[in-house]
């Protein structure tokens, strides 16, 4: 059972515009939301991360937002730029003592110069 | 100050065989997790070490198994390997345990079975 459903699976956009990044979970427990950006031959880095008592929160061109009653997240990269092809994988896990994270399949991202 | 880091990068066995995969975790740093991430099911977690304790754990098979030393670095051990354990294994440290630390990642363990 995935409980972390990330789409699209790929994107490709041009430089300056802006990509999106959506996660749907099914788990009502979860209640931290990180963004990790993956390049090839390297191990995932944390972007940004939310929880879900606030709906949006941004760091320079990254946004996560965040809709409770759906159950979905987003990333959004504005001015999208060529360095930001990567992958992106969404997290989500429960709260307390313990981060046993549920992870998206990732999107592969390429941004066009 | 030096990352997390993973060894060996690369690695070769056959079937039935045993591995053991180590990482030194950022100075300072007590918490270790163990990931796997393969083609097919992604990024699963597989386990995670504070102050040498076994705190949580994936949905493996007891196959994969793991230690943290009293320094903090972790060794996986992954015993009579299958050609489905052919995967990148990351190794991830933090300050603490929970989700409010954020985790830094090394950049793995490329295993490969024949």
């Known amino acids: 059972q995935q409980q972390v459903k990330q789409s699209p699976q790929s994107l490709i956009v041009q430089k300056g515009g802006i990509s999106i990044i959506n996660c749907a979970y099914e788990?009502?427990?979860?209640?931290?939301f990180p963004w990790y950006q993956q390049f090839p031959g390297k191990g995932p880095a944390l972007l940004i991360a939310?929880?879900?008592?606030?709906s949006e929160k941004k760091e320079g061109r990254f946004t996560i937002s965040f809709n409770k009653s759906a159950k979905q997240f987003s990333l959004h990269i504005m001015d999208s730029q060529p360095g930001d092809s990567a992958t992106y994988f969404c997290?989500?896990?429960?709260?307390?003592?313990?981060?046993?994270?549920?992870f998206g399949r990732g999107t592969s991202l390429i941004v066009h110069p | 100050k030096a990352g997390v880091t993973q060894t060996p990068r690369y690695l070769i066995k056959t079937r039935g065989q045993q591995v053991t995969l180590s990482c030194s975790p950022i100075?300072?740093?007590?918490?270790v997790s163990w990931y796997q991430q393969t083609p097919g099911q992604g990024l699963q977690f597989l386990f995670e070490?504070?102050?040498?304790?076994?705190?949580n754990k994936g949905n493996f098979p007891g196959r994969f198994s793991g230690r943290q030393f009293s320094n903090s670095r972790s060794e996986m051990n992954v015993s009579t390997l299958e050609l489905g354990d052919s995967a990148l294994y990351l190794c991830?440290?933090?300050?603490?345990?929970?989700?409010?630390?954020?985790?830094?990642f090394g950049d793995g363990t490329r295993l490969s079975i024949l």
């Open positions: 991830a440290s933090s300050l603490g345990t929970g989700a409010s630390q954020p985790q830094h």
């Open positions: 788990n009502t427990a979860f209640d931290y």
């Open positions: 939310i929880r879900p008592d606030v």
């Open positions: 997290a989500a896990s429960k709260g307390g003592g313990s981060y046993i994270p549920t």
């Open positions: 100075s300072g740093h007590r918490s």
């Open positions: 070490y504070f102050s040498e304790t076994q705190r």
